[in-house]
């Protein structure tokens, strides 16, 4: 009996690969950023804040369905050399013309990707297109919180190489769907506008490759102290039992971290919000209050349909940054 139910859980091990932040840490992120906009702002994406929330998770979902989409949530900035890579050129051209549109590729593009997002969000402001200006603002919610993740700014993005395996969900999804809702203080202040979001997205990117060490060592020595049969737990998700990292181990990660996941998780959701802010500032801080395009068309529908399906059914397309 016992030997069932064991092979009963370790079959249920095996669930679905979750990214970045995890669902619930996205949609977090997202949900938050909503209350730092001005009031000319908030009266569009409050109303809307549930579509803003739920459709946080589409990037992920695409991964699915597009070859190219796993490029646009990462970089593996050491590839380039070491802190702060010189080498790299921050300029998508200059870059290129360095080391080739198929070796950026290969190793991530999410700062160049998130400016190509807010030249599409800033235009959808301008054409006043309530559904380009809420899916695109979701969407670019997304990549940007992605760059604030030091494990997505690290080829060693899963701890495939120091025999860490797990521990990309563990620092990203677990941590906050424990501790988020309890301990986290997300009370932040207002958007700004930002003058050069190039240069601040860069900035962002350099601090998650410096911290990804920090992330890998401590979980490390945590790991060589802890108790090993503390280190996990069998719980219920939805409707599967799955092996967990323990409460006990994650509570001794988060204290490890000193807020670490915490601060990062402020920073994505002001820089989310002062993106929206901004690309509305650049397209002339058009009124919200009569948008054309309001309602979802039947192709937008369908879209959003094939994307569930592809998420649900099929199997991560190009590089999975957790393998």
């Not at 908030?42 to 699915?64: G, N």
Request: proline residues 3%.
């Amino acid at each position: 009996m016992k030997r069932s139910i064991l092979c009963l859980l370790l079959l249920c091990l095996c669930g679905k690969t979750v990214f970045g932040w995890g669902f619930f840490g996205h949609k977090k992120i997202n949900h938050c950023a909503v209350f730092l906009l001005p009031p000319e702002m908030m009266q569009l994406y409050k109303s809307q804040i549930d579509f803003i929330t739920e459709h946080a998770v589409d990037p992920d979902k695409r991964r699915y369905a597009i070859q190219q989409e796993g490029a646009r949530h990462y970089i593996d900035v050491d590839y380039y050399g070491v802190y702060p890579w010189p080498a790299l050129p921050h300029r998508w051209d200059s870059a290129v013309a360095k080391y080739t549109e198929d070796t950026l590729q290969a190793n991530g593009i999410v700062p160049w990707w998130i400016q190509t997002m807010m030249g599409r969000l800033t235009k959808a402001f301008k054409e006043k297109d309530q559904t380009k200006i809420l899916k695109l603002s979701a969407e670019i919610g997304h990549y940007i919180a992605d760059a604030h993740v030091p494990l997505h700014a690290s080829s060693n993005h899963d701890g495939q190489h120091s025999n860490q395996k797990g521990i990309h969900g563990f620092w990203e999804s677990r941590l906050p769907e424990l501790f988020a809702d309890k301990q986290y203080d997300f009370f932040i202040g207002k958007a700004d506008y930002i003058k050069n979001t190039g240069s601040f997205m860069w900035e962002r990117v350099l601090e998650s490759g410096a911290a990804s060490d920090t992330v890998l060592k401590y979980e490390a020595a945590l790991n060589a102290s802890f108790p090993t049969d503390q280190k996990y737990a069998y719980e219920e998700r939805m409707g599967k039992v799955i092996r967990q990292y323990s409460s006990a181990y994650a509570d001794a990660y988060q204290t490890k971290l000193k807020g670490m996941v915490e601060r990062r998780m402020r920073q994505s959701i002001y820089a989310v919000a002062s993106f929206w802010y901004t690309a509305w500032v650049n397209a002339g801080q058009p009124s919200l209050a009569n948008l054309a395009n309001t309602e979802l068309s039947a192709e937008d529908k369908k879209a959003f349909e094939e994307l569930d399906a592809s998420w649900k059914n099929g199997n991560v397309k190009g590089k999975d940054i957790e393998e």
